[in-house]
């Protein structure tokens, strides 16, 4: 029994399930032992950003041959994760794919992090940056670069303000 909500990425879950099948699958048949891990990179994909709707359209299209071609009851239910979160989760995956967002929060590459108008410009959170991504000056609002970031988390949760948004 798995228990989830609203903070879990249904995407990243079908890659966890993804990662645990291509670990354990015995390597007998070509569907599970290839496809299988196609499967798992085309979710790499998705949840770093890279992922496109013609991919979408695979990825289902793939899971779908693997569940009736592979000779075992591990390759036969390997992609059910995906397919049933792709079909009562369809927006999640179109937000990785179309908006390049995870709308968990969860995917790391896909995420940004910004200073809202409550910034006081204490600069706290620019000094216990790890790698000095936070410019701004006191009593002003701050700016995070999202090229240098390394979404460490560390500014929201010293920001004493709460006016640092992940998105």
């Given at each position: 029994l798995v228990v989830m909500d609203e903070d879990d990425c249904m995407v990243d879950i079908a890659?966890?399930?993804m990662e645990f099948t291509v670990e354990e699958s015995c390597g007998k048949c070509t569907p599970c032992r290839i496809g299988n891990k196609r499967v798992l990179e085309m979710l790499q994909r998705i949840t770093s950003g890279k992922g496109t709707l013609?991919?979408?359209?695979?990825?289902?299209?793939?899971?779908?041959?693997?569940?009736?071609t592979s000779?075992?009851?591990?390759?036969?239910?390997?992609?059910?994760?995906?397919?049933?979160s792709m079909y009562y989760f369809e927006d999640e995956y179109l937000a990785h794919v179309e908006d390049k967002v995870c709308i968990a929060s969860v995917c790391k590459d896909l995420l940004k992090y910004y200073v809202?108008?409550?910034c006081i410009g204490c600069g706290l959170c620019k000094r216990k940056c790890p790698v000095s991504c936070i410019s701004g000056t006191v009593r002003?609002?701050?700016?995070?670069?999202?090229?240098?970031?390394i979404k460490c988390n560390t500014c929201l949760e010293e920001?004493?303000?709460?006016?640092?948004?992940r998105r």
């Open positions: 890659k966890f399930f013609a991919e979408l359209r695979l990825l289902k299209e793939l899971s779908e041959i693997i569940l009736e000779l075992c009851g591990l390759g036969k239910t390997a992609t059910n994760p995906v397919l049933s809202t108008d409550d002003q609002k701050h700016f995070i670069d999202h090229d240098d970031c920001c004493p303000v709460d006016a640092i948004v």
